[in-house]
């Protein structure tokens, strides 16, 4: 990698990470019975480069060095993700049941540099992964729960769920040589990809029956349809 220009220096707390985040949430009840709960959390997770080394140096002795990445060597490897979560939660009891409903939403992202080098030398060296990674997510359910006070109880509700991942992970090349065999045989066969998205719906709707003619005997039935 050095024969191609790409850089290394010295860097304290190589592997470190640092975490940051924070959850809020409120909580109304404007009658009797009613309620409504809004939450959010927050999560942001940053680390420096990864912490490995090369034990092939000899029998002996060991190297700690990673090749620098990004365009014309001027980062370092990282990876940082971050991640939002929203809720909402709507509930009235009364006094034959309950109903609930709940949205949620999730919103997470992951980013990254990674050096190549090391996996195999010979056709890698200069070349960095530059991954991205993407996924959303909206759920919904609705449920209703009996009170009824009697030997039958009753569960049933409707779920749906949108979700959808993309990953990015192209290769690229780092050094600041450009020309002779080396960049010829490396930069200009570094491959696109992979990239991937995979959206999934789906809809479900259960419902449960409890039965209890005596104590400690209860007979239960259950079904879900699911698409």
Known sequence: ?????????????VGASKTTGFRGSIRWEPIAGLSFEAMHLYQRIEQDGFGYIDTNVSPTDYLQATPRTGPDSTADEFANTTLNLSNFIAEYSWDWGTLMNSTSYVDHKATSHFSLGYVAPEILAGTYSAGRKY?????????????????????????????????FANLRYSGTVTTG??????????????????VT?????FGEA???P???LTLTVGARYYR
């Open 1 to 13: 990698a050095a024969g191609l220009g790409v850089q290394s220096r010295d860097r304290d707390n």
């Open 135 to 167: 996924n959303k997510v909206f759920v919904n359910e609705t449920r209703f729960t009996s009170d009824w006070g009697g030997p039958l109880a009753v569960v049933a509700g409707v779920y749906y769920e949108d979700r959808s991942e993309h990953i």
């Open 181 to 198: 065999p080396a960049y010829d045989d490396i930069a200009p066969n570094l491959p696109e990809g992979p990239e991937r998205e995979l």
């Open 201 to 205: 719906k789906q809809f479900a709707a």
């Open 210 to 212: 409890a039965f209890t």
């Open 214 to 216: 005596w104590d400690p």
